[in-house]
């Protein structure tokens, strides 16, 4: 069965930290680019990091040099690390392949960035 299963937010202060999780199948995993979405309330989802089946990797400007997207191979586990977080990162968080196919969507995990 093809799915993509996120886990890891949370809220969390200014500054503070999260990692994040997609356990996917391995048929996925091993053949795609993986990444990471958001999507805030009222606006369009995004692609905020992406990465190859090598690891070379690609960020949105306004995280780069705070969020860090990697991949286990051995869990067909991707994360994100995201450090330094800001308000303007509150979204709901989604994992897919890049680039992406609709109908592989989950439920996404909340972070939220509060004091």
């Known amino acids: 069965q093809v799915q993509l299963v996120e886990s890891g937010g949370g809220l969390v202060q200014p500054g503070g930290s999260l990692r994040l999780s997609c356990a996917a199948s391995?048929?996925?995993?091993?053949?795609?680019?993986m990444g990471w979405y958001r999507q805030a309330p009222g606006k369009q989802r995004e692609l905020v990091a992406r990465?190859?089946?090598?690891?070379?990797?690609n960020y949105i400007d306004s995280v780069k040099g705070r969020f860090t997207i990697s991949r286990d191979s051995a869990k067909n586990t991707v994360y994100l690390q995201m450090n330094s977080l800001k308000p303007e990162d509150t979204a709901v968080y989604y994992c897919?392949?890049?680039?992406?196919?609709?109908?592989?969507w989950g439920q996404g995990t909340q972070v939220t960035v509060s004091s």
């Open positions: 897919n392949i890049f680039p992406l196919r609709d109908d592989l």
């Open positions: 391995r048929i996925i995993f091993r053949i795609n680019s």
């Open positions: 990465i190859t089946t090598y690891s070379t990797t």
